[in-house]
């Protein structure tokens, strides 16, 4: 069992960035691929970016690929979401997740464990 908690969501203007957190604990942490997710109102749940247990694969949607980045301390439980220049577009809920490390790392209906989410708006 994982469990996951997100901080660092908030208001920011277009341009700006924000740096997303999320704490796991219980066990497999480690062992284990995370993801990003956000939902914005009326629409699916889509996928962000993704990190493989190791920390050597990452994965990115490509309306965030070369703005946003995935990170992992697997020593500290953690996985962050560094997003730079913001879009209006980017406004969303964010979710992080976390399954088992056999692939389909952007299929968000693979991941078992979810956190609570946290609220990006960027003005524009």
């Known amino acids: 069992q994982v469990q996951l908690v997100e901080s660092g969501g908030g208001l920011v203007q277009a341009g700006g960035s924000l740096r997303l957190s999320c704490a796991a604990s219980g066990r497999g942490f480690s062992t284990h691929a995370m993801g990003w997710f956000r939902q914005a109102p009326g629409k699916e749940r889509e996928f962000v970016a993704a990190?493989?247990?190791?920390?050597?694969?990452?994965y990115y949607a490509d309306s965030v690929q070369g703005r946003f980045t995935i990170s992992r301390d697997n020593a500290k439980n953690t996985v962050s979401l560094q997003m730079n220049s913001l879009k209006p577009e980017d406004t969303a809920v964010y979710y992080c997740?976390?399954?088992?490390?056999?692939?389909?790392?952007?299929?968000?209906?693979?991941?078992?464990?979810w956190g609570q989410g946290t609220q990006v708006t960027v003005s524009s």
């Open positions: 997740a976390a399954k088992n490390d056999f692939g389909h790392y952007t299929d968000y209906s693979r991941y078992g464990y």
């Open positions: 990190i493989r247990w190791s920390g050597g694969s990452r």
